[in-house]
């Protein structure tokens, strides 16, 4: 099994700018695909980005052109720079390896002014 820990989460006022973190351990990591997802009050789980084994990333459109995921493989770690951030990115993110039906305790992003 894989294990992920999250961390990077905070309060910051719109427009201000968090990093996350989420490292992984218990498997091979530099072969996977790595995603960030979020969850806000009352709403589904949602997809954020995705980064592959060879650095291909992916976006939902909500956070095109703010948000860049990262990957460091010798740390076993993923990152999501997260800029302009606004109310409505308020949420617990969680990262995810691909192939593996785990989640890690996820890193609350609070947006508020």
């Known amino acids: 099994q894989v294990q992920l820990v999250e961390s990077g989460g905070g309060l910051v006022q719109p427009g201000g700018s968090l990093r996350l973190s989420c490292v992984a351990s218990g498997t091979i990591f530099s072969t996977r695909t790595m995603a960030w997802f979020r969850q806000a009050p009352g709403k589904e789980r949602e997809l954020v980005a995705t980064?592959?084994?060879?650095?291909?990333?992916n976006y939902a459109d909500s956070v095109k052109d703010r948000f860049t995921i990262s990957r460091d493989n010798t740390k076993r770690t993923v990152y999501l720079q997260m800029n302009s951030l606004n109310p409505e990115d308020t949420a617990v993110y969680y990262c995810r390896m691909n192939g593996f039906d785990s989640w890690g305790q996820g890193t609350q992003v609070t947006v508020s002014s």
């Open positions: 980064i592959t084994a060879i650095g291909s990333r």
